[in-house]
């Protein structure tokens, strides 16, 4: 069974800082893989898809890295904004069953003005 | 852009008692699953959905639960006789095909006093 991994699993950092979230995962026979940033007590927002024939994704201040073989993934975010304070879950897609995602724990993110 | 809209927001039931949790996904979307988070928990996986039936469920999908496309638009989710254990967010989300990834909504919480 695959298991995802978020380390850290909470972060506080001051405004401007480039910030990484790491995101690993056992099997590294995946489809895809995705991250979401949710807010306190809400839904799940995509921020990024990568399939895993790609090695990232980039989206504004956002670049998703994929290395499949060694099973991590990481999430940049340049110059962090208070506006970033969410939490980030990354989410799996296995290889031969795309019918559902595994996801991480999950990082808590606190960007102080 | 579009979106995924689950109704109600919030749902407080007696233990016992029956619920429906609905959902309306993309609609040219063609996969349609649920997830749910218990409070501090990861996002797990319940059931998917595709072509009118059932595709995949976890373990926690059991008798009590069930899925149904009444219309061809709405999704639904029944829990028939609700257990204080299913206090959570529940998730629904949909998706056009592993390219796209998921979209999901913005959550029903539901609360088994």
């Known amino acids: 069974k695959q298991e995802v991994t978020q380390i850290p699993a909470a972060l506080s950092v001051p405004e401007g800082e480039n910030l990484v979230l790491n995101c690993s995962f056992t099997?590294?026979?995946?489809?895809?893989l995705q991250w979401f940033r949710q807010d306190p007590g809400k839904g799940l927002t995509s921020l990024l898809l990568i399939q895993s024939s790609q090695r990232e994704q980039t989206s504004g201040r956002l670049n998703a890295s994929l290395d499949k073989s060694s099973g991590r993934s990481t999430l940049y975010i340049a110059a962090s904004q208070p506006g970033d304070s969410a939490t980030y879950l990354c989410?799996?897609?296995?290889?031969?069953?795309?019918?559902?995602?595994?996801f991480g724990s999950g990082t808590k993110l606190n960007v102080k003005p | 852009e579009p979106e995924v809209t689950q109704t109600p927001s919030h749902q407080v039931t007696q233990m016992g008692q029956e619920v429906i949790l609905r959902c309306v996904p993309i609609?040219?979307?063609?996969?349609f699953y649920w997830y749910r988070q218990i409070l501090g928990q990861k996002v797990e996986f319940l059931v998917s959905f595709y072509n009118n039936e059932i595709s995949e469920k976890s373990e926690i999908f059991d008798d009590q639960f069930s899925v149904e496309r009444p219309d061809g638009s709405n999704f639904t989710l029944k829990i028939r006789s609700t257990k204080l254990e299913d206090s959570a967010m529940y998730f629904c989300?949909?998706?056009?095909?592993?390219?796209?990834?998921?979209?999901f909504g913005s959550g029903t919480r539901l609360t088994v006093v």
């Open positions: 099997d590294s026979a995946i489809y895809n």
């Open positions: 989300a949909s998706s056009g095909g592993a390219l796209w990834g998921y979209t």
């Open positions: 989410a799996v897609g296995g290889m031969y069953n795309f019918n559902k995602f595994y």
């Open positions: 609609s040219n979307h063609l996969y």
